[in-house]
């Protein structure tokens, strides 16, 4: 339908030009030529009709109007996307820009206010509805968004191969662009794969932040671990210092009494040779002395008997 009218707007321009050109012979030169003024008005000419089909084509059009009849079935709606991607919740897919997101939020936000409509839920639903064009309004989910989006275009466009659409004015202009005819459904496709792929960012950047605070943690573990050591060793460092007078008046007891002790061996030693030596003349005398005794016992015997 948009290749026909683009080509029933350039036929219209064409024979817009023919009948100038039959209206104002003289225009054109004796040779049949045109000259350099001619061609850059025909020019210009061209350029606005090109201007005027590609914005006609940019257009965004409006959503359709929602009726009061619609508020049930719209909380229903937002209440089971609510873990969706904003443009799920207020249910955009297609001609996405500013201006209809906040044309669509008030048409919703109007439908299932709570002061307005009496549904059970309809208070939890406009709080989500609420919650999600705010977020669409916010400079870092857009750039989110767009960081993701056309990786998961081309992710769609691959999965589902889709074929280029073919577009008369980028052929006629040797203009080299990749154009899909999106749908709602492949751009609900297209919403839902940003959200896959935005879920896998996050997760990527959990799992970095839970590796580097294991990392700091770590490391911060091993420095603790080391200023114990230090502070251990210089304890043990200020012990053995302020035990330095101990130890030394407690050799110099040491060492003083094994001299005393020295002493009292040698002495003792001494003594015990003297006691051997006079020992051993007592056992002489002794033995003499037991000798004559028995030598008179046995004459006293003797006598006795006679």
Not at 21 to 34: D, H, L, T, V, W
Not at 116 to 129: D, G, R, S, T, V
Not at 255 to 281: A, D, G, M, P, V
Request: hydrophobic share 25%.
């Amino acid at each position: 339908m948009e290749n026909q009218t683009k080509e029933s707007n350039l036929n219209t321009e064409s024979d817009k030009h023919d009948e100038e050109r039959k209206e104002n012979p003289a225009s054109n030169n004796e040779g049949g030529n045109i000259d350099d003024s001619q061609l850059d008005e025909l020019f210009e000419d061209f350029l606005k009709d090109v201007e005027s089909i590609t914005s006609n084509q940019n257009t965004p059009k409006e959503t359709n109007k929602l009726k009061k009849e619609d508020a049930e079935k719209e909380i229903n709606r937002i209440l089971s996307n609510k873990n969706s991607s904003p443009f799920e919740i207020l249910g955009i897919h297609q001609n996405i820009n500013l201006d209809i997101i906040k044309n669509r939020y008030r048409q919703l936000s109007i439908l299932i206010h709570p002061d307005k409509c009496k549904l059970e839920k309809a208070n939890e639903a406009f709080h989500i509805l609420n919650t999600a064009y705010e977020d669409l309004k916010r400079d870092d989910v857009k750039e989110q968004y767009k960081s993701v989006y056309e990786v998961a275009k081309k992710n769609i466009v691959k999965r589902l191969n889709l074929k280029k659409k073919k577009n008369d004015i980028n052929e006629y202009l040797n203009i080299e662009e990749e154009e899909y005819e999106i749908t709602k459904e492949i751009q609900q496709l297209i919403n839902e794969e940003c959200e896959v792929l935005l879920k896998q960012q996050k997760e990527k950047f959990e799992y970095a932040q839970k590796c580097k605070l294991a990392n700091l943690k770590y490391v911060q573990e091993k420095e603790e671990e080391k200023l114990r050591e230090e502070l251990k060793k210089e304890e043990e460092k200020k012990l053995w210092a302020e035990r330095r007078d101990e130890r030394v008046n407690s050799w110099k007891s040491y060492k003083n009494e094994n001299i005393k002790n020295e002493k009292e061996f040698h002495l003792y030693k001494n003594i015990s040779k003297k006691k051997e030596e006079r020992t051993e003349e007592e056992q002489e005398q002794i033995k003499k002395m037991s000798i004559k005794s028995n030598v008179d016992n046995h004459a006293y015997k003797k006598r006795r008997k006679q």
